[in-house]
């Protein structure tokens, strides 16, 4: 499964907002971060603020706060603003209507509903556990030249 | 005033100890403590605490260590044989009558409340209240089938079964089962190397955020690992929200199994 860059960048965006109580930042913190222009991550934070997840702080020093529950908040609720999480096409063809078609839809069914699953079952909460917890280690920086084009989007 | 931190304490007849985590003041006054027989369990709900002058008391035992109100370290202090109790201004003294029916703080973190518990062996006293608890939960009585769990997991293969209950820790006469957990240890089924299973987790619904699972879930890994095993797995219905959300948040992630089915016609 891969998610897209405005999805991506939303759950870093949460992440970055709620690594501390009331923390504040502007996009151009969190895009020095990720390596994404700040154009880019407004429009994602515009659509995070009009869903009730960030709350923009104006002024001298503005920017934005999480205005969710980290301990609620899951990452599907922050996908789900972003893309479908489901393989069903809307505009069905007519392979899909033949046993062959239904036999793969089901598969990838199988697939989209533990998808969803997982995502739902991960609050933001319990990936700060994952980054801070036992083992984080393993969740080390990688250099740039590694990380190719993933999220860079400039 | 809200109190800033919660402490658990329990007075014996012949003393009292005091044991806290957070930084505060003590106020020294003398309180008339109720008694029942030889023990008074309970729990102090403390706003400012100061250690200062617990010397000047009359009653005073001795503190093993006396701190500052700015002080962030953990302390304790005991007081012995002393028919009136030292105690502490700006303090809450909950009785078993003036607390909430179980004694946990609604408000208090969970974290802080899983030392309010006792997790122990399930006994066969407690297996009604098992019972009723799961019935509560999945609105299907089964006693024939948690009565049969007893006698598999609750007195056989102790070394590698563990069927616990979580009680009040704070009210030795509360008896109330908050929740229980059930595991064993099992190996080479489906390949795998020996792993403890856990295949039952309920937490009383009125209880739950209380720190009850948590405390259960730690204490059968800490069973598990004192058994030899470093991994512990569960099973949980995709459907289940509260039970993936709580075992995802104890670092639980996907294993290497995929569970398959099919109907039987």
Not at chain 2, 176 to 196: K, M, N, Q, Y
Not at chain 2, 209 to 238: D, P, Q
Request: net charge positive; proline share 4%; charged share 25%.
């Amino acid at each position: 499964m891969r998610l897209q860059i405005s999805t991506r960048l939303a759950i870093f965006a949460t992440l970055e907002l709620t690594a501390r109580e009331n923390h504040q930042l502007s996009v151009a913190d969190i895009g020095e971060k990720y390596g994404v222009s700040s154009h880019h991550l407004a429009k994602v934070m515009h659509i995070m603020g009009r869903a009730g997840l960030v709350r923009a702080v104006r002024g001298a020093g503005g920017g934005y706060r999480f205005a969710g529950n980290p301990r609620r908040t899951t990452l599907l609720d922050v996908v789900q603003l972003f893309e479908e999480v489901s393989s069903v096409e809307k505009d069905t063809e007519v392979a899909d209507a033949t046993p062959e078609g239904q036999a793969l839809q089901a598969i990838l069914n199988e697939i989209d509903t533990i998808a969803r699953a997982t995502l739902g079952s991960i609050t933001i909460a319990t990936m700060h556990k994952l980054l801070n917890g036992r083992g984080a280690g393993r969740w080390r920086s990688k250099p740039a030249s590694a990380r190719g084009r993933s999220v860079r989007r400039a | 005033m809200t109190p800033s931190a919660i402490v658990e304490f329990g007075i014996k007849k012949n003393g009292l100890t005091i044991e806290m985590g957070d930084k505060g003041r003590i106020y020294l006054a003398f309180v008339d403590c109720p008694q029942n027989g030889n023990h008074w369990l309970g729990r102090l709900q403390v706003a400012h605490i100061n250690v200062h002058g617990i010397r000047r008391s009359p009653h005073s035992g001795r503190p093993r260590r006396s701190r500052t109100s700015h002080d962030q370290a953990p302390f304790a202090f005991e007081l012995k044989s002393v028919p009136q109790y030292l105690i502490i201004g700006y303090i809450l003294l909950a009785s078993r009558r003036a607390v909430n029916p179980l004694a946990i703080d609604p408000k208090a973190r969970a974290e802080t409340t899983g030392a309010a518990l006792r997790v122990r062996r399930v006994q066969a006293a407690d297996i009604p209240q098992v019972i009723a608890l799961d019935t509560r939960v999945t609105k299907l009585a089964k006693p024939e089938y948690w009565n049969d769990v007893y006698r598999r997991y609750g007195k056989r293969r102790l070394h590698e079964r563990f069927f616990l209950i979580a009680q009040n820790r704070l009210d030795r006469t509360d008896s109330r089962v908050l929740g229980f957990i059930i595991g064993e240890i099992r190996a080479w089924e489906f390949g795998s190397t020996p792993c403890g299973w856990v295949f039952a987790l309920s937490v009383e619904p009125d209880m739950r955020l209380h720190g009850i699972g948590k405390a259960l879930l730690e204490t059968i890994s800490g069973e598990f690992r004192k058994a030899g095993v470093n991994k512990m797995r569960t099973m949980v219905e995709r459907g289940a929200q509260l039970p993936l959300l709580f075992f995802r948040s104890e670092g639980l992630m996907a294993g290497p199994y995929i569970q398959l089915e099919k109907d039987l016609d």
